[in-house]
Structure formats: C-alpha cells, structure tokens
C-alpha cells in the first residue's frame, strides 16, 4: 500500500530556505507512467499545485513559484524533496506530497501533510 | 493556465437531500478532471477520477459527469460524513490547478 510521509522544520525564518522531504514506501519514485508533487494550503485559502518530477526526471512548476521552486530526487533513499527559496508568510501553509498518474488520474494520491509556518 | 471556478461557494444541507457541486473550466480539460474531498488534518481524498469514475472505495453515491469545460459531482443522499470542502482538479497540462472549493455542511 503506497505511503507517503512529509518531513522537514516546521518552522521557516522569512527570507530563508523551506526543504520539505517526502519518503515513499509501497511504490517507486522511478517507475514508468508516474509524477511525484507537491501541493500546499495556505491557512483558510484553497490547494495550490506546486510542481512535480516525473520518473523520467523531468520537472514542472507553477509559474507563480518557479523562480524559487527546485524539486529533485533520491532513487536511492525513494526520495523526492521541495526546495523553496526566499520565503515569506505567504508560504506559511500545509505541504502535501503525492503521486499523480500519467495518462490517467486513476493512481493519484497525496500524503497527510505537513504544516510550515514562515516566521521570525 | 487553465482556471478552474466552483458553485455554490457553500452548500448547506440535511441528510438525505442531494447536492449538486460545478465545476467550470477556463477551457477544455479533456478528461483529465478530478473531484477531491478535503477534511481538516486529512489528506485530499480522490472520490472521482478521469470525470467520471469512482475512486477504490468511494461510496456509489458520489457521481462526477460532464465534458470539456463544465463539470458536476453529485452527492445523491448526503451523509453526515460528507461534511467537507469539495474541489475539482485538472492535470491536461501544467501547470495543474485547483478550483477554490465548494463547503458542504450537513446540517
């Protein structure tokens, strides 16, 4: 059974560096057909999709975030990681990490998250 | 990028009644339209996928239809356990967004 589990600080100081880690177990992060992402919360606000890294390696991201967004990966560890850069308050928010399907949206599934405050 | 817009932004309803959530595509999804089920301190909880089939073990109750732009996921007789927000997703390219969500109180 796929599980996927968030870690990271809870707590980000502005203008510093949020790395958020999502271990995988019951799945690979390199198997053909599948995207590993990210989505967040924001405290009161609705879901907002981050970007993802396919298992070819490849990498999208929401325009609002790529300059400061990086999500890579470690095949060794079945790991992939959120970098964001230069953060504010407005990146307070609960990150979730899942697995979306190619083709189809059929495999799609998200973590239990993880909750991020940006504050000094 | 393709937006997504939900109606009604709440609903409110007893058990038993059945509810009735849109979704409205800026342009065309294709079939790559999913509804979600989101309860505080849970993870988002796919119910439909690719428009308009039911997730592993989501009650027959739940229904999405529609086609290219205009979506709706009915819930034929609410249950006191789907109070929850509702939000439809679509992946036919990136980036990938998500309507603003419609609240469903079970009054």
């Known amino acids: 059974q796929l599980q996927l589990q968030e870690s990271g600080p809870g707590l980000v100081k502005p203008s510093e560096t949020l790395s958020l880690t999502c271990t995988v177990s019951?799945?690979?992060?390199?198997?053909?057909?599948?995207?590993w992402g990210w989505i967040r919360q924001p405290p009161g606000r609705g879901l907002e999709w981050i970007g993802s890294?396919?298992?070819?390696?490849?990498?999208y991201y929401n325009p609002s975030l790529m300059s400061r967004v990086t999500i890579s990966r470690d095949m060794s560890q079945n790991q992939f990681s959120l970098k964001l850069t230069s953060v504010t308050a407005a990146d307070t928010a609960i990150y979730y990490c899942?697995?979306?399907?190619?083709?189809?949206?059929?495999?799609?599934?998200w973590g239990r998250g993880t909750l991020v405050t940006v504050s000094s | 990028e393709i937006v997504l817009t939900q109606s009604p932004v709440t609903l409110s309803f007893p058990p038993g009644e059945r509810a009735t959530l849109s979704c409205r595509a800026s342009?065309?999804?294709?079939?790559?339209l999913a509804w979600y089920q989101h309860k505080p301190g849970q993870s988002p909880r796919l119910l439909i996928y690719?428009?308009?089939n039911r997730a592993t073990g989501i009650p027959a109750r739940f229904t999405g239809s529609g086609s290219g732009t205009d979506f709706t996921l009915t819930i034929s007789s609410l249950e006191p356990e789907d109070s929850a927000v509702y939000y439809c997703?679509?992946?036919?390219?990136?980036?990938?967004?998500f309507g603003p969500g419609t609240t469903v109180e079970i009054k």
């Open positions: 899942g697995r979306e399907q190619a083709l189809t949206m059929m495999g799609d599934y």
């Open positions: 019951g799945d690979s992060i390199g198997r053909s057909g599948y995207y």
């Open positions: 890294i396919a298992y070819s390696g490849n990498t």
């Open positions: 342009q065309s999804v294709d079939r790559y």
């Open positions: 690719d428009v308009s």
């Open positions: 997703h679509h992946r036919n390219g990136w980036p990938e967004t």
